[in-house]
Every structure is written in C-alpha cells, then in structure tokens.
T-cell receptor
Framework: SQQGEEDPQALSIQEGENATMNCSYK?????LQWYRQNSGRGLVHLIL?????REKHSGRLRVTLDTSKKSSSLLITASRAADTASYFC??????????FGKGNQVVVIP | GAVVSQHPSWVICKSGTSVKIECRSL??????MFWYRQFPKQSLMLMAT?????????EQGVEKDKFLINHASLTLSTLTVTSAHPEDSSFYIC????????????????FGSGTQLSVL
C-alpha cells in the first residue's frame, strides 16, 4: 500500500533558487527516504532520515521529519539544471518493504 | 556503491508472448529483491518481494501466474510476464537490498534502470 504521499506539485524554478517539496504518510514508520528519478530511469537514493531524527543534511539537500504530523520535507538549495527530475519519498515501516509516494516533478530552468 | 543491472532496457513484443526481465546485483549479494511497476507520471507500485531460494511474496491484486518471479541466486532475480497483453505495457523496475548487517546499507534500496515493456 502507498503510504508516502507527496503534495502533487510540479515545481518549475530558476537555477539557483531553492526547491521544497513535502510528503505525508499515514502509519508509523521506521525511517523515511527520498529518491530521485530521471525520466525513464531507475531511482537513486538521496537521503534517509530515521523516526527519531528531526532534520538531516546531505550536501545541498535538507530533509526534515515531523512524526507528530506524519510529514517530511525535502529542500534542495541552490538548484541546478541537473536537479531536474522526479522526487519520491518512501516510508519504511520496518517490514522490509518501502511504500512510495506519488512523486514531485521538479524542473530547473537554466 | 552497490550496482543493480536490469535488462533489457526496453522490449516490444506481440500480444500473447512471454517476456523475461533480468535483475542482477553486480557487486553485492541481494538476499531480497523487489519488483515494481510504474505508469507514466505515477508512483511505483510494489508487485512482489522475492527472497533468494524461496517463493516470491506477491502484493494483493498481482497475479502470480502471470508475473513469474524467480530468485535462484543471490545476484539474480527474473520477472517473466507470461502471455503479455497490451494492458501489461508499463515500466518495470527492480530493486535490491543487501542482506549484510551494515544497518545503513541494509535499509536503502538500489534500483535497476528499469525496463519499458510495450505489448502490441
């Protein structure tokens, strides 16, 4: 079943701007992960945040997790044209499966 | 990092034929592999979970006789779409998780590049 559900946004931003996307889920989780998918390709793992963490950074990525609201956000700072992709959150409830959200299409205009 | 190779990248077949898709972990042992289906601009739908040496666990609504999964070794899982029909046309993606006890590595998935199946 699909737990993670991004706000159904299609973001179009200028290079250098920040991109923010959100994800909400419904049940308890072990961790939440963000993945990127370029058109017609597989997914690439970006960052994982555990249920006892509130914020995590990795390069230009910043992820927050609010377990009380069952939501997460992904911020990409100083975006580049190469960041153009679809971004998915996925929740891990500890049962060896990931449930993916609907995805956010991000277009970075050079 | 861990690499998952998926072949073929795309396949076109006639209705009624069977198509086999391979998913290989190249530099690690994948005790668990997952098969997903993705429609255009939509999310990934988990079809089944396969564990090496045992029968696959299918998600509700997925026909196991139509989507045959074999995970005969720690580095190879195959998905065979039997008697394919146009409605089976989709993007199929495999992913793998290592069985190693390194927690940080064990939790994330490594994805193949996907297979676009078009059934005429």
């Amino acid at each position: 079943s699909q737990q993670g559900e991004e706000d159904p946004q299609a973001l179009s931003i200028q290079e250098g701007e920040n991109a923010t996307m959100n994800c909400s889920y419904k049940t308890s989780i072990n961790n939440l992960q963000w993945y990127r998918q370029n058109s017609g390709r597989g997914l690439v793992h970006l960052i994982l945040i555990r249920s006892n963490e509130r914020e995590k950074h990795s390069g230009r990525l910043r992820v927050t997790l609010d377990t009380s609201k069952k939501s997460s956000s992904l911020l990409i700072t100083a975006s580049r044209a190469a960041d153009t992709a679809s971004y998915f959150c996925a929740t891990d409830d500890g049962n060896n499966r990931l449930a993916f959200g609907k995805g956010n299409q991000v277009v970075v205009i050079p | 990092g861990a690499v998952v190779s998926q072949h073929p990248s795309w396949v076109i077949c006639k209705s009624g034929t069977s198509v086999k898709i391979e998913c290989r972990s190249l530099d690690f042992q994948a005790t668990t592999m997952f098969w997903y289906r993705q429609f255009p601009k939509q999310s990934l739908m988990l079809m089944a979970t396969s564990n090496e040496g045992s029968k696959a666990t299918y998600e509700q609504g997925v026909e196991k006789d139509k989507f045959l999964i074999n995970h005969a070794s720690l580095t190879l899982s195959t998905l065979t779409v039997t008697s394919a029909h146009p409605e089976d046309s989709s993007f199929y993606i495999c992913s793998a998780r290592t069985g190693q006890a390194i927690l940080a590595t064990n939790e994330k998935l490594f994805f193949g590049s996907g297979t676009q199946l078009s059934v005429l």
